[in-house]
């Protein structure tokens, strides 16, 4: 923008704000660095190039496998398909919940949220309230996150492990999933309500279940059962086919399947399949993918660290030019004009819509009293209770305020279409002519 003495853009990058900002790149830049050297310190392997370019290439068919299972999941488990086998209790189900993988539990209930299925504004309001649309309540092994910051007391704990079966509900913020090296004391089934999302897996075999699931011994006896069932199955509990059992017809599960066999082919017939055995293959996948993971949040790290050191508010500055421009402040080369010089000369209110009023004439047939309650408007801020703040003006001032608002809005369809957020009734509900 051409002004005179002013340059608009300087002002930005002499300020304070572009001052503090421009001052955290420094710590960014070092965090990157340290990230970069963390990344760096992983061998892969012994380190050759070969060793990467094979891994690199098992690595991305592995992801693109899990994406291919992830999309798969998400067709069969909409609710036409996974609702018909919820409806009765005992379902063997593996639930991952928040992405952390609780393992194999029992179903208890089925619930649909009421009213989702009425038309009218019943069933609008029960479909826009929170929570989701169907949700089962699971018995799941979990240990109680209080227990991992009792390491060191031993006394304490034992105290709690004995109260411990008194409680039945479980939920993702007090317990989390049982581990390998848990000890079995600290481990209880208890009851989460979860959707039909967290359902990674549903097993074709289903457990007797005790009426009332509360008491300690009820859950103790189902967790036994399920305790047999996965020792009867070492190699896996039954599941139900997608396509046999819960009848998936969709061209792009088809697909999904297509290509799952594809890569699955692919990753058994790859060298890092056939020449290592499992744990050694599962190491370097993982620190591979640990490698990149530090890789890609110290190149977000350095992309914040860059932004930073430039100009702050630079896109707010452009759609204000823009905003100037469509109002006729300025002109297409950005040279200040006769409307934008009024408006440096107004240092109270709004000084766009004050100029509009004034370019748009409002002023020239009032008299001084009504200009005087006119500009009161924009300045008085105390609230009115009145839906209608116009309500009760007199016909001599009534015409001067309807052409304020329409003055104002305007105004604010100006700064809307240029990608400013702004709410227009909103910034015209703020003229109060109650003084």
């Known amino acids: 923008m051409r002004v005179e003495d002013v340059d608009p853009e300087y002002l930005l990058r002499a300020s304070f704000h ?3 900002q421009e001052s955290e790149a420094p710590a960014l830049e070092i965090k990157a660095n340290e990230l970069q050297t963390q990344a760096e310190a992983i061998v ?13 290439e098992y690595f991305q068919l592995n992801q693109q496998l899990q994406i291919t299972e992830r999309k798969m999941l998400k067709i069969t488990r909409k609710a036409q398909y996974v609702v018909p086998f919820l409806q009765n209790p005992g379902r063997v189900l593996d639930c991952r919940i928040d992405g952390e993988n609780y393992g194999w539990g029992v179903l208890v209930s089925y619930k649909k949220k009421a009213g989702t299925g009425s038309a009218g504004l019943a069933g609008k309001v029960a479909a826009e309230s929170s929570g989701p649309e169907h949700t089962i309540d699971v018995l799941l092994p979990c240990v109680d996150r209080h227990f991992d910051q009792m390491k060191d007391n031993d006394k304490a704990k034992e105290e709690d492990i004995a109260n411990i079966n008194l409680l039945w509900r479980g939920t993702i913020n007090h317990c989390r999933a049982a581990k390998a090296g848990d000890d079995d004391k600290i481990i209880t089934y208890r009851v989460f309500t979860i959707g039909l999302d967290d359902i990674y897996e549903l ?23 399920l305790n047999e069932v996965k020792r009867r199955f070492p190699e896996g509990v039954p599941l139900l086919d997608p396509i046999k059992d819960l009848r998936v017809e969709s061209e792009d599960f088809n697909k999904l ?21 499992e744990k050694q293959r599962s190491k370097l996948v993982n620190d591979y993918g640990q ?10 790290i350095r992309n914040e660290a860059r932004s930073c050191q430039g100009m702050v508010m630079r896109d707010e500055l452009k759609k204000m030019k823009r905003v100037l421009r469509q109002l006729g402040h300025v002109d297409a080369n950005g040279v200040i004009q006769t409307k934008g010089r009024t408006a440096c000369e107004i240092n109270t209110a709004n000084e766009l819509v004050v100029v509009e009023l004034m370019f748009c004439g409002v002023f020239n ?15 008085f801020d105390e609230r009115v209770s009145d839906d209608d703040p116009a309500q009760g003006l007199k016909s001599y001032l009534l015409d001067p305020f309807r052409k304020l608002q329409l003055c104002a809005r305007t105004v604010a369809k100006a700064i809307i279409a240029c990608k400013i957020e702004l709410d227009e009734d909103e910034f015209v509900g703020k003229l109060n002519p109650g003084l």
């Open 18 to 20: 572009q001052f503090q």
């Open 44 to 56: 892969i392997g012994d380190g050759s190039e070969d060793v990467k370019n094979k891994l690199d």
């Open 203 to 225: 097993s074709a075999l289903r457990l007797f279940l005790p009426k009332d699931i509360h008491p300690y011994q009820a859950r103790k006896s189902v967790a036994s059962a």
């Open 257 to 277: 399947q297509n290509r799952k066999t594809t890569l699955t082919g692919r990753l058994s017939s790859h060298s890092f399949t056939t020449e290592l055995e």
């Open 291 to 300: 490698r990149l993971d530090l890789l890609e949040q110290a190149k977000t």
């Open 365 to 379: 047939d009032l008299s001084v009293e009504q200009c005087m309650a006119l500009l009161s408007c924009m300045t």
